[in-house]
């Protein structure tokens, strides 16, 4: 493959495809195909040709779309699946025996952290967490009963907490312990996991690999032998990508690139005018000098700090943070990331509403810390619109 920068390969993917047709991947909006003859299909099943049978199996334009995926991240092959979670259950089913025991970090997604407390634990699986920014942590943890897969968040949400990737996947390796990652925060363009050590990453492809807010789906990118077990397990489930989501997905990764770091710079801006804000106590951003892991971030995220800034308010309390949110008029409220347009978020209020007050501190959440998620609208504007919000705040 031609060795092409990032913006390249989030328009063109890799070099393989077809020089003349058509420039965009047609949508294959088809649930079955058909065939000449049962022998093509028996070809087919048997590996002595390429296709597809029936799209809950493979579909053109979603293989299109996970290859792509596949090169922004630097690995051998990719899958999709019908929504991040649908990539979370798929690697953790793959992984995890009866009677096993995953190891994960302290901070997860709520859906991830859901799978680990209140589904895997049904069928004899165990999940035991050790302190996400302390790889030695883990070495201590596998020394006391191993594990079957190793499961990691980088950085978290919403404090970005970083995992030293380097680090940990060593540790895990030595133990014979496979690693996963959601990198979903960072996105290809800002991390490049496996080229750390990490054996599988997946994302949330609705946040920045789509960019638009008008997709769900999930990816998965790993080694061949790995991936195959991975998305045999995603099939069985029915996990299954939407061709159309597929093709959208495949239009917004054109962009990836150009988003990300205009959504980076952004997020840097901002965080540097917050962290002088007189009603904001601490501002969570790993491109910022007073990050804890400033220097980590440099390594694991060469890329960008990413679009991401979260920040505790000064008054603290739940009221203030609402009243912030609700003052807004530019930035949106409501959940997700990773798209063009600005979205802000309570972690008390929606993503991290279940958890207990001692879960809460444990994970650095306050009921007045406030997650923005940087869009590619004019950082100036988007200060504008902040700076009468916190205006707003008792």
């Known amino acids: 493959m031609t060795t092409w920068r990032e913006a390249t390969k989030s328009v063109h993917g890799d070099d393989t495809g077809p020089r003349e047709g058509p420039v965009t991947t047609p949508i294959a909006q088809t649930s079955t195909f058909g065939f000449l003859d049962t022998q093509a299909i028996d070809d087919l099943y048997e590996g002595r040709r390429e296709g597809h049978a029936y799209s809950r199996y493979s579909n053109p334009t979603v293989a299109s779309a996970a290859r792509r995926v596949a090169v922004l991240e630097g690995g051998e092959a990719g899958i999709l699946t019908a929504s991040g979670m649908g990539a979370v259950t798929a690697i953790v089913l793959a992984h995890a025996k009866a009677g096993g025991r995953i190891l994960a970090v302290q901070d997860t997604y709520g859906g991830t952290t859901a799978l680990f407390e209140r589904i895997l634990p049904r069928f004899g699986v165990r999940v035991d967490r050790f302190p996400t920014a302390d790889a030695k942590s883990l070495e201590r943890a596998l020394a006391d009963g191993g594990a079957d897969l190793v499961w990691l968040e980088s950085p978290t949400n919403p404090t970005l907490r970083l995992v030293d990737l380097d680090a940990v996947s060593a540790i895990a390796r030595d133990a014979g312990v496979p690693t996963a990652i959601d990198s979903t925060f960072a996105s ?14 997946m994302h949330s492809a609705t946040k920045y690999l789509g960019g638009h807010a008008d997709l ?22 029915g996990a299954t990508p939407d061709p159309h989501a597929a093709f959208l997905l495949e239009r917004g990764l054109k962009t990836l690139e150009l988003r990300v770091k205009r959504a980076n710079a952004n997020a840097q801006s901002l965080a540097e005018w917050l962290e002088r804000h007189p009603k904001v ?3 969570h951003y790993p491109g910022l000098l007073s990050h804890p892991q400033h220097a980590l971030a440099r390594r694991v995220m060469p890329g960008g700090g990413g679009g991401v800034v979260s920040f505790d308010l000064k008054a603290g309390t739940k009221a203030a943070a609402v009243a912030f949110a609700d003052a807004l008029r530019l930035v949106r409220n409501a959940a997700s990331l990773g798209g063009v347009e600005s979205l802000v978020t309570l972690p008390v209020v929606q993503s991290h509403r279940s958890l207990s007050p001692q879960q809460l501190a444990a994970s650095g959440i306050t009921p007045g810390t406030v997650r923005l998620a940087c869009g590619v609208e004019d950082v100036g504007d988007l200060r504008a619109d902040l700076d009468q919000a916190l205006a707003k705040v008792p």
């Open 188 to 201: 290809p363009i800002n991390a490049k996991p496996l080229a750390h050590g990490i054996d599988v990453v």
């Open 216 to 237: 769900t789906l999930g990816a998965i990118v790993a080694s061949r032998k790995r991936l195959a077990a991975i998305e045999a397990v995603a099939r069985t489930l």
């Open 281 to 283: 106590a601490r501002v």
